[in-house]
């Protein structure tokens, strides 16, 4: 049973733009936090944007903040991160997460309990 299952990752260059796109189970996407993660070869897992799907406040990482754009479907119970201009740092793989409830220290992947697959972004400089 496939409950948040990413897709829209690839290689970009430098400067481009890339559009993720994670859907999920109704139970899991309705008034909860949904959360974007990644994680970069050696690197810790990080969060980089969320949305309270039940109001949808806004929350990003410093490093992203007027890049990347978090955002909802309620319709098709999807959730959306829209990246523009990638840096090679972007690099890696990308993680949609949720957990039900707020999204209180959303940052700190154990407070996730549902996790998809994971899809790879790749920037090149």
């Known amino acids: 049973q496939v409950q948040l299952a990413e897709s829209g990752g690839g290689s970009v260059q430098a400067g481009g733009s890339l559009r993720l796109s994670c859907a999920a189970s109704v139970y899991i996407y309705l008034r909860n936090c949904m959360t974007w993660f990644r994680q970069a070869p050696g690197k810790q897992r990080e969060g980089v944007a969320a949305i309270y799907t039940g109001g949808g406040r806004t929350y990003y990482a410093d490093s992203v903040k007027g890049r990347f754009t978090v955002s909802q479907d309620n319709a098709k119970n999807t959730l959306y991160l829209q990246m523009s201009s990638l840096k090679a740092e972007d690099t890696g793989m990308y993680y949609c997460?949720?957990?039900?409830?707020?999204?209180?220290?959303?940052?700190?992947?154990?407070?996730?309990?549902?996790w998809g697959q994971g899809t790879q972004v790749t920037v090149s400089s």
């Open positions: 997460a949720a957990r039900i409830g707020d999204c209180d220290r959303w940052t700190l992947p154990e407070r996730f309990g549902y």
